[in-house]
């Protein structure tokens, strides 16, 4: 079987794509090992854009004489809070998600409770929907945004 690339929060854990065995329980032991570990790895890599972010933007505070300066710092600064707000509410579905694993209860669809899949799991490690369940609900939410 030829190499494949590790790519996103697979390769930022240190980690190849899960092997399934044949007969293998889903969501066993080693499985959810997998996942939590991409997941801690995931949260802590935010914590640490957190902190870099706070400290640049204390090293950078500066108080500009031309106010079109003052202006496009504190555009900066507002991207950047926005972008931490974001991911804050990331960490926070992060460990919700590490607490599912936890109480064992990770993995299936909260909708129609069918296994998720590992590979889209690992895609997106907080989904907590099916595909199937997640397009009807797009489906659903953009009905509803036209109305």
């Given at each position: 079987m030829p190499d494949q690339k590790k790519h996103g929060l697979l390769a930022q854990a240190g980690l190849e794509p899960y092997q399934e065995k044949p007969g293998e329980e889903y969501m066993n032991d080693a499985q959810r090992a997998h996942f939590r570990a991409i997941l801690e790895t995931w949260r802590n890599d935010l914590r640490n854009e957190v902190?870099?972010?706070?400290?640049?933007?204390?090293?950078?505070?500066?108080?500009?004489?031309?106010?079109?300066?003052?202006?496009?710092?504190?555009?900066?600064?507002?991207?950047?809070?926005?972008?931490?707000?974001?991911?804050?509410?990331?960490i926070k579905k992060i460990e919700k998600t590490i607490n599912l694993i936890k109480e064992d209860d990770f993995?299936?669809?909260e909708s129609c409770g069918i296994e998720i899949g590992?590979?889209?799991?690992?895609?997106?490690?907080?989904?907590?929907?099916?595909?199937?369940?997640?397009?009807?609900?797009e489906i659903k939410e953009k009905q509803s945004g036209r109305g």
């Open positions: 902190d870099r972010t706070k400290s640049h933007m204390q090293d950078e505070a500066a108080n500009f004489p031309d106010p079109v300066d003052r202006a496009a710092q504190e555009e900066e600064f507002s991207l950047e809070l926005r972008t931490r707000d974001r991911e804050r509410k990331l993995g299936f669809c590992i590979r889209r799991l690992e895609a997106r490690p907080t989904a907590d929907l099916c595909v199937d369940c997640k397009t009807l609900a």
